[in-house]
Nanobody, 127 residues
């Protein structure tokens, strides 16, 4: 049984920062890419960032580069999303998910390619 648990969400003022954590269990952590997605009310789930298996490479959506940074700690089986200069439009539920294919080369941004998801953590940015 694969389990992903997110934490670190909350309410923050515009310009503030948050760090989200995603801790995995039940799967060889270092064999699968892990991604962060977000979903705002009434919108589709959106790819945010990903880190490749083994933590070798990171990817971020172009519009978020420079503000959001993904990182991982294999020993803790945890992936982080550091979010800086938060804006009201960043308000969403943030999810982490594992790629369904082990040792994938590169990153897929389509949610359908991820098979296990956390429960989500709410991030609310006030203006």
């Amino acid at each position: 049984q694969v389990q992903l648990v997110e934490s670190g969400g909350g309410l923050v003022q515009a310009g503030g920062s948050l760090r989200l954590s995603c801790t995995a269990s039940g799967r060889t952590f270092s064999s699968y890419n892990i991604a962060w997605f977000r979903q705002a009310p009434g919108k589709e789930r959106e790819f945010v960032a990903a880190i490749t298996w083994g933590g070798g490479t990171t990817y971020s959506t172009n519009s978020l580069k420079g503000r959001f940074t993904i990182s991982g700690d294999n020993a803790k089986k945890t992936v982080y999303l550091q979010m800086n200069s938060l804006q009201p439009e960043d308000t969403a539920v943030y999810y982490c998910a594992t790629d369904r294919t082990p040792y994938r080369s590169g990153v897929i941004s389509a949610p359908a390619q991820y098979d296990y998801w956390g429960q989500g953590t709410q991030v609310t940015v006030s203006s």
